[in-house]
């Protein structure tokens, strides 16, 4: 099966530019994630999507991250503005469910992102 | 408060040896708890997976053993070899009280076998 698709693969913006990211899941993968990565630390949720809806989006700093999955499919995550703090690979990822025993998450390779 | 945390931080090890790498978590209810392997620049890869009633479980040359009563896991590496440097990071499934599952992420483990 093809994997979890994410674009762009590297980014370099300045501060408080615009940026988007891209993420197709695992076909059939209901739940989504979009975690953050921060060098030398684990992944950090920021949005959980089941279908096209949000089931937790507690650590998304929404006065400048925006995400959606339309259809309930592919998705996007926004930063607007950026800051210098915000550099860190995003990664996203799918499973069939939400953390059961038969569903790992399958992750993409993520989007490293830069911010000067 | 629901935390998973590894030891040691960092590692380094001779190729053909062996190392063990441990995941201690607070998180409750249990449901699984995984062992992911993230190369560098890649994503996350799922290694095993483990259950409240499993308490050892073998991938290859790796092996994880669960104590579900200390709430302590361990992912045992035989015979490194180089491609086995990479980041290991312990994921604790916990179930919230809606029975939906929240995932809870260690920091990682960096292991850099050298020749």
């Known amino acids: 099966e093809a994997g979890v698709a994410q674009s762009p693969r590297y980014k370099i913006i300045e501060k408080r530019q615009s940026v988007a990211f891209w993420c197709n899941p695992i076909?059939?993968?209901?739940?989504l994630y979009w975690y953050q990565q921060i060098l030398g630390q684990g992944p950090k949720l920021l949005i959980q999507?089941?279908?096209?809806?949000?089931?937790?989006d507690s650590q998304l700093p929404k006065d400048r991250f925006s995400a959606e999955r339309l259809k309930g499919v592919d998705s996007t995550l926004k930063i607007q503005p950026a800051k210098l703090e915000d550099s860190a690979v995003y990664l996203c990822?799918?499973?069939?469910?939400?953390?059961?025993?038969?569903?790992?998450?399958?992750f993409g390779n993520g989007t490293r992102l830069t911010v000067t | 408060k629901n935390q998973v945390e590894q030891s040691p931080q960092s590692l380094i090890i001779l190729e053909g040896k062996n190392c063990t790498l441990q995941?201690?978590?607070?998180?409750?209810?249990?449901?699984?708890l995984r062992w992911y392997k993230q190369d560098t620049g890649r994503g996350p890869v799922s290694l095993t997976i483990?259950?409240?009633?499993?308490n050892t479980k073998s991938n290859g040359r790796y092996t994880a053993t669960l104590d579900a009563d200390t709430k302590q896991s361990s992912l045992h590496i035989t015979a490194s070899q180089l491609s086995d440097s990479a980041s290991y990071i312990c994921?604790?499934?916990?179930?919230?009280?809606?029975?939906?599952?929240?995932?809870?992420f260690g920091t990682g483990t960096r292991l850099t076998v050298i020749p």
């Open positions: 994921v604790v499934s916990g179930v919230h009280q809606t029975g939906a599952n929240n995932l809870f």
């Open positions: 483990m259950t409240f009633s499993e």
């Open positions: 999507f089941q279908n096209n809806g949000v089931v937790d």
């Open positions: 995941c201690n978590y607070t998180v409750s209810p249990f449901s699984n």
């Open positions: 076909s059939g993968h209901a739940t």
């Open positions: 990822a799918s499973s069939q469910r939400q953390g059961g025993k038969n569903s790992p998450l399958h």
